[in-house]
């Protein structure tokens, strides 16, 4: 027997099939439906919108547009909502509701009636989020972004959310920016609806995914605000209808070559840190695990080549006037896996040729002129992290590098606010900034705590970058000689739980580590002084991610939602 399609999918259970099919068609026929109508392809739409989520805002035009093209191509659109996480307005912090979101968007996918889905998102944990609840589902899926926002303009500069909402803060904290000043900025920073403008995890996810193929070549960079954004979510339509004819599930497009071409992406973009979290969990769910090392690897043969802030001077307009992905995929052509299949039914190298070539160019550097040849993240492995640690050495000071200090410890968030900018601070340049119980389940939910502020007394006399290092993550916008990801996190009892304030540690990016310069002895009488883990939250979701959130070389996604790992990248 073939598979059920459309409004016979996935029926709700009263021991009747055919029951079920017409207690479905005479509520939906209450829309206005004719049987004509749904007897054709069902198309879902996941609606990640909401009032909190101006990075979604132009989600009912996306999806009128996309239904317009489900519905040239002979298919019923049936658009639907899931939660909608948005950066600034998630507590205690958005990663925290990744795996929620996941889960909704795979068990939604699963109880509907539909034979293909478009996924519709852009903020930093949406993608993710969308992506891996598809793959454990996988049935046929598309996504489209949102899309960036525009620059903005402040006194001739222009500015973007958010690498200039932290430099302008740091300005304001220093003194050099006045109340008026800032409130000024802060109108500009974020001009238009759309994604962070600039190469942050946003960005990041959209060109991995782009590169991955699971988007239509050129998705990843039209402005939200454009026209071309909605003639893009029309083709999404119209593909989606064929995707679920042709039988094009995720499986068949995320596969370990598609990653590795994914991970090349972000490394050519000087990408988020965060892209590793996010593309380590969403192969989990394929049952691809990513190797740190070999990420460590690709990163010394990968150089940085998209001048894009935070690691440059440009914004994601720009890059989009400059040909957007397919220019950069060009340049990677030699490294890539270019027989991986997409979403557009070719290959990406198919996709490539087809791509036009004619765009000026003053964003994308050719492989031998590239802005940073050293790669645009560092892997780091020592005592301080035994299961490794990210630095992004392209966003970094490169005086600091290779730097040894000392520690001045901060033993939590709550610990950091009340002291950062206490003149009693014990704190001078060239110390090293150590946040503790900031990762996956210190805080919890990882968050983008990593940039911690320069002490206010350190930037009064022009600090302007120092050592920080914490199991926490950092916004893909963000910008120093931060390192992240310590793993196993303080709140696991990894060493990062061991340090004190006045330790030594060095910093040795060169050659790839970190470490607490004391003796094992004393590491381990210090270990034995550790206070016990804090019990478990007795119920609800909190319980669930305690119990069940792995480290970030996992992808901090939930254990029970991550399947045998069979393959490993790179
Ligand atoms: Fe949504 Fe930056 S806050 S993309």
Redesign the pocket.
């Known amino acids: 027997m073939s598979d059920p399609k459309g409004m016979r999918r996935n029926l709700a259970n009263y021991g009747d099939a055919g029951f079920s099919v017409f207690l479905r068609k005479a509520f939906i026929k209450a829309l206005g439906y004719s049987d004509d109508a749904l007897e054709r392809p069902i198309i879902g739409i996941v609606d990640t919108g909401s009032g909190y989520n101006a ?1 979604h805002a132009n989600m009912p035009d996306l999806i009128t547009a996309a239904s317009r093209g489900v519905m040239l191509a002979g298919g019923i659109p049936i658009p639907f909502p899931v939660i909608s996480i ?3 307005f998630a507590n205690p912090t958005s990663m925290y509701l990744r795996n929620l979101m996941a889960m909704d968007v795979e068990e939604m996918i699963r109880a509907q009636p539909m034979d293909a889905v478009i996924l519709i998102g ?3 944990k949406t993608v993710p989020a969308l992506v891996m609840g598809a793959a454990s589902v996988n049935v046929p899926a598309i996504l489209l972004v949102t899309g960036p926002m525009l620059a903005g303009s402040f006194r001739g500069e222009k500015i973007g ?2 690498t200039d909402c932290r430099r302008y803060w740091a300005k304001f904290r220093a003194g050099e920016m006045s109340e008026a000043d800032i409130t000024e900025a802060n109108a500009e920073l974020a001009p238009t609806v759309g ?2 403008g600039v190469m ?1 995890t ?1 960005s990041t996810m959209a060109l991995a995914c782009e590169a991955m193929g699971i988007m239509l070549p050129g998705g990843a960079c039209a402005p939200a605000v454009s026209a071309e954004r909605r003639r893009l979510a029309e083709a999404t339509g119209t593909r989606a209808v064929a995707m679920a004819a042709e039988k094009l599930t995720p499986d068949q497009v995320l596969t370990p070559a598609a990653f590795v071409n994914a991970l090349r992406v972000v490394l050519a973009a000087g990408g988020s840190t965060n892209a590793l979290v996010h593309l380590t969990a969403m192969a989990g769910r394929l049952g691809i695990g990513v190797d740190l090392a070999g990420f460590d690897r690709l990163g010394r043969e990968t150089p940085v080549l998209v001048d894009l802030k935070p690691t440059g001077q440009h914004y994601m307009e720009d890059l989009h006037h400059a040909g957007g992905l397919t220019p950069i995929l060009r340049q990677l052509a030699p490294m890539l896996d270019l027989s991986c299949k997409t979403v557009t039914g070719l290959t990406l190298g198919e996709n490539i040729a087809a791509g036009r070539a004619d765009f000026a160019q003053d964003v994308i550097r050719p492989l031998e002129n590239p802005i940073h040849s050293g790669g645009a993240m560092a892997v780091l492995t020592g005592n301080l992290a035994p299961n490794g640690a990210i630095i992004k050495q392209a966003a970094a000071n490169p005086n600091l590098l290779q730097h040894e200090g000392r520690a001045v410890v901060f033993e939590s968030l709550a610990d950091l606010a009340a002291r950062i900018d206490d003149p009693a601070l014990d704190v001078a340049p060239g110390d090293i900034l150590v946040l503790k119980n900031a990762g996956p389940k210190g805080a919890p939910g990882m968050p983008e705590a990593g940039y911690l502020p320069i002490p206010k007394k350190l930037g009064q006399m022009g600090v302007k970058d120092i050592v920080r290092i914490s199991d926490a993550r950092m916004s893909g916008t963000a910008f120093g000689t931060i390192v992240l990801h310590i793993s196993p996190e303080a709140a696991e009892g990894g060493p990062l739980a061991l340090v004190r304030n006045g330790d030594r540690i060095r910093l040795d990016t060169a050659g790839r580590k970190l470490d607490l310069l004391l003796d094992e002895a004393e590491l381990a009488e210090r270990r034995a002084e550790l206070p016990l883990k804090p019990p478990v939250p007795p119920r609800g979701y909190a319980k669930l991610w305690f119990e069940q959130v792995t480290q970030a070389e996992q992808g901090c996604d939930f254990a029970f939602l991550i399947p045998e790992i069979t393959r490993v990248i790179p």
Do not use: L, M, P
Request: include cysteine.
């Open positions: 990075c948005q950066e600034s852009g903020c930093d959310a958010c994604t962070c942050g946003a």
